[in-house]
């Protein structure tokens, strides 16, 4: 207990309890500031995905510029809830696992995001997150939803020309 009494005062005498003040007087000027979204991005699906959705060699997918491709079909806007490490995150509100879902498609998914994406809803992952995915191979069922709302991404682009 006596270790602990000087390092608080330290702190205390170093204006980062100061009320009305955002960061300490050493910070740095104009440091990125991460939001709610981003951080429990990073703290529960950051270690696997990556920081900037990049996976690397592994069998979990990278996200960056990939993930867009699911949301062409129900089928697979529903299925990026229902895998097992969504539908079971330790993000147990609805609402905040909606918005870090928002923050992945509208800032990894990059140019695999379809036009028109709409965003998550906490209704939508209540629902889905309460039908998990429990298939014997996975990563068959993965490939194939994928390659469905793939072609019908397709589909929608070349009417559209």
Not at 32 to 53: F, K, N
Not at 61 to 70: D, Q
Not at 112 to 120: C, M, T
């Amino acid at each position: 207990m006596l270790r602990v009494v000087p390092v608080l005062m330290l702190i205390a005498g170093s204006g980062f309890f100061l009320s009305g003040v955002s960061h300490a007087k050493d910070s740095v000027e104009h440091a990125t500031v991460l939001d709610h979204t981003s951080v429990t991005y990073l703290s529960h699906c950051g270690g696997c995905h990556g920081i900037e959705g990049v996976s690397g060699n592994s069998f979990v997918p990278t996200l960056r510029n990939a993930v867009g491709g699911f949301a062409c079909t129900d089928e697979g806007r529903a299925y990026l809830i229902r895998v097992p490490g969504v539908s079971m995150s330790l993000i147990r509100d609805d609402q905040t696992l909606a918005d870090v879902m928002n923050f992945v498609m509208f800032r990894l998914a990059g140019t695999s995001l379809p036009k028109g994406f709409r965003p998550y809803t906490a209704a939508e992952i209540h629902q889905w997150r309460g039908e998990p995915l429990s298939v014997p191979d996975f990563m068959a069922q993965r490939g194939q939803t994928l390659e469905r709302s793939l072609a019908a991404c397709a589909q929608k682009t070349a009417k559209k020309l």
